[in-house]
């Protein structure tokens, strides 16, 4: 039994800074990827970013140059630190983990909102 748990969502003003925390719990043999989902009102789910075992990270074209995601392996934690954000940011954001022997999970979401 896994579970995760996200943080750091909210209301923030478009040029504004949010950064998102994704802690994984539970029975952990190891974690491969780490990655950040989000979904706009309407819209389907969408990679914004990832990052392997490794440190390897890939983005969104929507998300290069302004966010940045991290991971802390010893707190089992990943983090997507967001810059610059604009009002099409807007979205449910999920985070989305592979444990190694499980598979994937997903987090409960955080809502963030930009406003113009």
């Known amino acids: 039994q896994v579970q995760l748990v996200e943080s750091g969502g909210g209301l923030v003003q478009a040029g504004g800074s949010l950064r998102l925390s994704c802690v994984a719990s539970g029975s952990i043999l190891s974690i491969n990827v780490m990655a950040w989902y989000r979904q706009a009102p309407g819209k389907q789910r969408e990679l914004v970013a990832l990052i392997s075992s490794g440190g390897s990270t890939h983005y969104a074209d929507s998300a290069k140059g302004r966010f940045t995601i991290l991971r802390d392996n010893a707190k089992n934690t990943v983090y997507l630190q967001m810059n610059s954000l604009k009002p099409e940011d807007t979205a449910v954001y999920y985070c989305?983990?592979?444990?190694?022997?499980?598979?994937?999970?997903w987090g409960q979401g955080t809502q963030v909102t930009v406003s113009s």
């Open positions: 989305n983990v592979q444990f190694a022997g499980i598979g994937g999970r």
